[in-house]
């Protein structure tokens, strides 16, 4: 686990047993805010699995607005690896575009182009090597008398080189809509149990039945560096918020990562 | 300690305008022969001495002494025979003849007139100090006014109530950090007994680690800060601790709704030497031992507060002070995660009279804060421990050549260690011990400053303060280019200095009088801040990250220009002033989007910098006498920043930028047993930053940002009331309690204001805010025998 995820959630929980106490009140207000010209919103992956991946495009759209985002559907988009190959992406669906033939190497890099009328947008991102994921496994913890089922991702951090390393986690196929990234700044080396908690509301809470699905990925650090700060924009707690930082230049949001996938499923018993 | 010949030539250069300084005062005159009036003065019930207490010279209108901060004073006179005039706010005056044929010494003991008058007395200086004195930006609060007005959840806080004056405002609900004049909030020099407090909070910033039961005096430099204080660039908070009655034991304290206090106290041998002990601690926890869920009967949280000090009077010339001030947070759940904080500071202090004129104090001080987050999980033990620590030595004189002038003049180093972050692992763990990188500072001054009385009408403030700072190894330190990555690292060994600043500060505050009850006062004052505070939230956090100026952080310089206008009426019951002020800074700090300064020894790459301009009218009104008696303060101003890679290098609204700031204080006393009280405040709401869009990435909503700070919080407001009844008032013993109701009118004023999708239509976003503190009543009971 992060430690700086530790200090937040004790002071999350300090915070959380105040409002308790001095009974904090909570409403839906009003706010008018202003109306922004639209950028593109740029996600793009590959990987070494069975799905090479996909290129989607998107625009950022006004806060008053429905969370309905269409796709961009006029765009090019290539990619091209350090070992001379280059694909131009098919449009599966609007502004989704898919890598069929270029493959996902370990140790590779990627550059991607995107072209939407006269602007282009690249980024840069290398495969890293995969860190074999041992074991998944769910553990009971109990806090506040409220027991939890926790996902654990282990795996054994190679010594001496930097790693990053990013999951997505499945609930009965249904992924749960929070960053778990970890670095080994603190781990270098180690036997990693990462811990995947699932927080919110208790109906999407792990139950005894439940079908666990854990993607661990190896990304490179500029990815890394993009779902730290997306974390902290999704958390709007920082002391400056603002956009993620992203490694696609030319005024984009969003990421472009070439990364490893392993996955592993269990069933809560 | 390590001076580079830069230094040494820069020491040089100072020395002949320091004497140039000194010069002024003596303009020696060859007529009457002179004589020395010194001595002390005390409160004669608790043997306490008095700051700020006035001698006057009845013959000579004009002339006088006031007692310094150990309440010591001096006064030479051409030989004659006077009639003294003693006072001070709250005491019944003393008049003393003295036949000046040779130098006197004088130690006087005022008696108190709170038992006389029946009313509420709010200043505590000379009825028309305010008007009269040379120093502008000044506000000093007596704890008498503190402990009348109504209070959060029963606790007294000298933090809060120095938020009620104009100029100084609250971070933010319920809480004691503040800003003054539109610096940020680690600008304030926050000292206790000469030693710095570096979080001078509990409870995420609800209270404030002065306990009032143990304090004496509080006095708050806005503008024209005095040259014997440095390292910050927005003001200073200096907060002196009682020394102890000498005179007669005294048990006093109390209890609230949250904590309770003890104040034991008295002497060690009579008139020579006393104690003080003063603690607090929070009980609201011991109702969680009670709980039948052993989640929560093993769960800690409470905070405590421990001062303690000792006075002596060796001999007639010597005193030695030592007080120690111990605070902690605890917040634990089970054995599974705890998170401590807390300072501890010392003083030792010896207060010697080279003669009647000259006065020398010596000060060793000791500061620590350090934090301690404990992480015990089924597979992980391990503790995270970072500390901030300073060992400053300080040589203070006084030298009062006549009465026209008063020189202060002085040295200090402080020696900082900043351990960022430690991790060590007390168990089985999969985590590797590591540690960021501990930096070593010094950082030195000297300074000197006269106060001149050049006549009926002017008097001023002079003075120069002379700073160096040094950051030294071992350590790595890193070269930065303007993308701001790292693109070399140089290794320092132990004691090795990697980067030094000096900082020459004038300091200048002067009043003119106008006439007999009014005056005009202007100041100006650079200062200089070594050490900066990141923070990485919205609220205050005690793990907020102290780092010293390096070779890319520079040192933070204000200089600050103010003008104001001071005038009584109705024979000093009513004070008003009119102070406008500029302020220029330079070297500020913003943070990158999606700043990581957490777990980083590269802290540099994650910052911006550029500067501010601050202004602002300060209107005060005060009532100072009366059953009813008050003040209504008024602040218009702004602050902003243009910082280097922000708002595509526009000026901006700083977060504590807010246009308008009003605060109404009253206190009335009712009848004998009851004095009612009550404020109301009224400010425009910070500045912060709100999405201007929306958009979809890793399968959820995400707001999009394009500006800093371009959204203003709603306006804040909020009543307070209190009422104290006198319970028993005897010389022996009195009690009372105490009645406060925070935010009377139930206001929910928006601690914080977030953005998410609508829970019952997903497809939709909304803004929602959190308001804390609805109303929130309390009582308390005090006692003192």
């Known amino acids: ?40 919103v740029i996600e793009g992956n590959i990987t070494n699995g069975d799905n090479p991946g996909q290129v989607k495009i998107s625009r950022t759209k006004n806060f008053d607005e429905n969370n ?129 908690p699932r927080f919110g509301d208790d109906e999407g809470d792990i139950k005894v039945g439940d079908h666990i699905l854990v993607e661990m990925q190896s990304i490179d650090s500029a990815v890394y560096n993009y779902f730290y700060s997306l974390e902290q924009t999704i958390g709007q707690n920082a002391a400056a918020p603002g956009n993620p930082v992203s490694n696609i230049t030319g005024g984009a949001l969003g990421y472009f990562s070439a990364h490893t996938v392993q996955r592993k499923s269990t069933v809560v018993e | ?55 006057r010279v009845a013959e000579l209108p004009g002339t006088g002494a006031a007692t310094n901060e150990y309440g010591n004073f001096s006064l030479t006179l051409p030989a004659a025979a006077y009639t003294l005039l003693i006072d001070y706010v709250g005491f019944q005056q003393q008049q003393q003849k003295v036949n000046l044929d040779k130098s006197l010494k004088l130690n006087i003991s005022l008696e108190s007139q709170s038992r006389q008058l029946n009313e509420v007395v709010v200043t505590s200086s000379r009825a028309d100090q305010n008007v009269r004195s040379p120093q502008a930006g000044v506000e000093r609060l007596d704890m008498k006014e503190i402990n009348l007005l109504p209070v959060l959840m029963g606790e007294r806080d000298v933090l809060k109530s120095v938020q009620l004056m104009p100029g100084i405002k609250s971070v933010g609900e319920g809480n004691a950090g503040f800003y003054v004049r539109g610096g940020g909030a680690d600008q304030n020099l926050i000292l206790l007994d000469d030693a710095p407090v570096y979080n001078a909070s509990h409870l995420l910033g609800f209270f404030s680690t002065f306990n009032s039961d143990a ?28 020394d102890g009655n000498n005179q007669d034991y005294q048990v006093s304290g109390g209890i609230g709704l949250i904590a309770a206090r003890l104040n034991v106290e008295g002497p060690i041998q009579k008139d020579k030497s006393s104690f003080l002990i003063s603690g607090r601690r929070t009980y609201a926890d011991t109702f969680l031992k009670l709980s039948g869920d052993d989640d929560f009967r093993n769960s800690s949280l409470y905070f405590y507060d421990l001062n303690a000090k000792l006075s002596y009077t060796l001999s007639e010339k010597d005193r030695l002070f030592v007080s120690g001030y111990f ?147 071992k350590g790595d330190f890193y070269t930065i280019n303007e993308n701001k990555e790292v693109i070399g690292t140089t290794s320092y060994g132990s004691g090795k200095i990697v980067k030094t600043y000096f900082n020459l500060e004038p300091r200048l505050s002067g009043a003119y009088q106008l006439n007999e009850t009014s005056s005009m006062k202007a100041s100006y004052a650079r200062t200089s801040q070594y050490l900066h505070l990141l923070s990485n939230s919205t609220t205050t956090n005690p793990t907020d990250k102290w780092v010293p100026s390096s070779n890319n952080i520079k040192p933070g310089l204000a200089d600050q220009v103010s003008l104001g206008y001071f005038r009584n009426f109705s024979d000093n019951l009513y004070e008003f002033s009119l102070e406008g002020y500029y302020k220029h800074m330079q070297n500020q700090i913003d943070y990158k989007d999606g700043a990581n300064i957490t777990n980083s020894d590269m802290v540099e790459t994650e910052l911006l910098f550029g500067k501010g301009r601050a202004y602002g009218v300060e209107f005060f009104l005060k009532k100072k006498f009366g059953r009813l008696n008050g003040w209504i303060g008024y602040t218009l101003s702004r602050s902003e920043r243009l910082i280097d890679g922000i708002n595509n290098n526009n000026w901006y609204a700083a977060r504590q930028d807010r246009t308008h700031d009003v605060s109404i204080v009253g206190i009335y006393q009712l009848s004998e047993k009851w004095t009612l009280s009550g404020n109301w405040v009224y400010n425009t709401g910070n500045a912060v930053t709100f999405p201007a869009g929306k958009y979809r990435v890793d399968d959820q909503v995400v707001f999009y940002y394009t500006e800093r700070n371009g959204y203003r919080m709603p306006d804040y407001h909020r009543m307070d009331i209190g009422a104290t009844k006198t319970l028993k008032d005897t010389e022996k013993y009195s009690s009372e309690l105490v009645f406060s109701i925070y935010n009377v009118y139930g206001r929910e004023n928006a601690f914080l204001i977030n953005f998410r999708e609508n829970e019952v239509d997903p497809s939709r976003t909304e803004a929602y805010q959190i308001a804390l503190f609805k109303m929130v009543p309390s009582v308390s009971y005090n006692f003192k025998f």
């Open chain 2, 1 to 55: 300690m390590t001076f580079t010949p830069v230094f040494k030539s820069k020491i040089y250069s100072i020395v002949p305008l320091l004497f140039c300084l000194l010069l002024v005062f003596y303009n020696a005159s060859a007529q009457a022969p002179k004589y020395t009036i010194s001595g002390t003065i005390k409160d004669k019930a608790s043997g306490e001495t008095l700051i700020g207490a006035t001698v």
């Open chain 2, 215 to 242: 304090i004496k005096d509080v006095t708050v430099y806005k503008g024209g800060m005095p040259s014997e204080y440095g390292g910050r660039l927005s003001s200073v908070l200096d907060i002196k601790m009682n």
């Open chain 2, 327 to 473: 605070g902690r947070d605890k917040l634990g759940f089970r054995d599974e995660f705890g998170i401590d904080w807390g300072n501890a500071t010392g003083t030792v202090r010896w207060s010697h009279l080279v003669s009647d004129r000259l006065f020398s104090n010596t000060s060793f001080i000791f500061s620590d804060y350090n934090y301690k987050i404990g992480i015990n999980t089924n597979n992980n033990s391990f503790e995270i421990t970072s500390r901030i620590q300073d060992l400053n030595l300080k040589q203070e004189f006084e030298f009062f050549p006549n009465p026209q002038n008063a020189v202060k003049f002085g040295a200090n180093a402080i020696y900082h260690k900043v351990v960022p972050g430690e991790i060590t692992v007390t168990g089985e763990s999969n985590i590797n011990p590591s540690a960021l990188q501990e930096r070593y500072s010094l950082e030195n001054a000297a300074y000197i400053s006269n106060t001149w009385t050049a006549n009926e009408r002017l008097s001023l403030i002079y003075g120069l303060r002379l700073t160096s700072f040094s950051i030294f190894g």
């Open chain 1, 1 to 40: 686990m992060k430690l700086y995820q530790m200090r937040y959630l004790l002071l999350l929980l300090a915070a959380a047993v105040l409002t308790q106490l001095l009974s904090a009140c909570e409403r839906v207000i009003d706010v008018d805010l202003n109306a922004a010209s639209a950028r593109y």
């Open chain 1, 68 to 196: 309905v985002f269409e796709g961009v559907s006029n765009a090019v988009v290539t990619v091209s690896d350090n070992a001379g190959n280059t694909e131009t992406l098919t449009q599966q669906s609007p502004g989704v575009y898919a890598i069929s033939s270029l493959a996902g190497v370990p140790g590779r890099s990627y550059h991607l182009v995107v072209t939407i009328g006269d602007e282009t947008f690249s980024a840069v991102s290398t495969m890293p090597e995969p860190v074999p994921f041992d074991s998944l496994y769910v553990e009971e913890l109990t806090t506040f008398g409220e027991p939890m089922w926790i996902p654990y991702a282990q795996y054994n951090d190679p010594a001496g080189v930097p790693n990053f390393y990013r999951y997505e986690l499945y609930i009965n196929n249904q992924k749960v809509k929070s960053v778990y990234i970890s670095s080994d700044q603190y781990t270098d080396g180690r036997l990693v149990r990462r811990s995947l």
